[in-house]
């Protein structure tokens, strides 16, 4: 009767063990599905607006860094407002960096070899 008691009592312990467990999975599911706790930086397929940056300033002021349709904004939040700082195009990534073609070296006045005879102003000189 003693190893009846004993062995019900961690069938109720592992069962209990698995319901926590199952009930963690089913919270975390549901908030990956509601967009909870995602990365910065994270920026699904088809969506326009992401969050790429947060930066606290102190207890009652943050910094964001907001992406959207390829454009930058950065967003000064506070405890009783919101200030947009800064808006511009967002930078090359570096792929997009090292794939962009060099600017071209400039020419010297008296560099002859590097004259470009489809110019006016080169076939005049």
């Known amino acids: 009767m003693g190893a009846d008691v004993l062995n019900d009592g961690y069938i109720r312990f592992v069962a209990g063990l698995l319901a926590v467990l199952a009930m963690i999975v089913v919270a975390v599911w549901v908030a990956k599905r509601l967009g909870l706790g995602t990365t910065t930086g994270f920026r699904a397929k088809g969506r ?14 943050k910094l964001v860094l ?51 005879p489809f110019l006016a102003a080169d076939r005049e000189a």
Do not use: C, F
């Open 48 to 61: 326009r607006l992401s969050l790429v940056e947060v930066m606290p300033l102190d207890q009652k002021r």
């Open 66 to 116: 907001v992406r959207h349709d390829e454009t930058d904004h950065l967003i000064l939040l506070g405890a009783t407002h919101e200030t947009l700082l800064s808006s511009g195009a967002a930078p090359l990534t570096a792929a997009l960096a090292a794939t962009a073609p060099a600017p071209a070296p400039e020419r010297e006045p008296g560099d002859k070899a590097r004259k470009n």
